[in-house]
């Protein structure tokens, strides 16, 4: 079974910063792919960030490179998503994803493979 639960979303101000977080469980979170993806109103789901099994390697979306920073705690099953200089355009759900490939990378990140948890809002004010 797998379990992700996002929070941390929330309202804050264009150039602002927040931190998702997104609990995962079994001992077998070390081994997968971790990260992010967001939906805008009236857009399809985006990849945004990821990092490969062991934290060594990360990847971003152009539009929030840069700016965002994934980072995840294996003895905690614990993936965040540090988001700084927050633009209008970052307003969206956001859902923690993992992937199903054993110690995946990032290419393991992708709309049809994931697991996925319920989201949470960050909307960003202009």
């Known amino acids: 079974q797998v379990q992700l639960v996002e929070s941390g979303g929330g309202l804050v101000q264009t150039g602002g910063s927040l931190r998702l977080s997104c609990a995962g469980s079994g001992r077998s979170f070390s081994a997968f792919a971790m990260g992010w993806f967001r939906q805008a109103p009236g857009k399809e789901r985006e990849f945004v960030a990821g990092?490969?099994?062991?934290?060594?390697?990360?990847d971003f979306a152009d539009s929030v490179k840069g700016r965002f920073t994934i980072s995840r705690d294996n003895a905690k099953n614990m993936v965040f998503l540090r988001m700084n200089s927050l633009k209008s355009e970052d307003t969206a759900v956001y859902y923690c994803?993992?992937?199903?490939?054993?110690?995946?990378?990032?290419?393991?990140?992708?709309?049809?493979?994931?697991?996925w948890g319920q989201g949470t809002q960050v909307t960003v004010s202009s």
């Open positions: 994803a993992r992937g199903r490939t054993f110690r995946g990378g990032t290419n393991d990140l992708f709309q049809g493979n994931n697991y």
């Open positions: 990092i490969n099994w062991s934290g060594g390697a990360t």
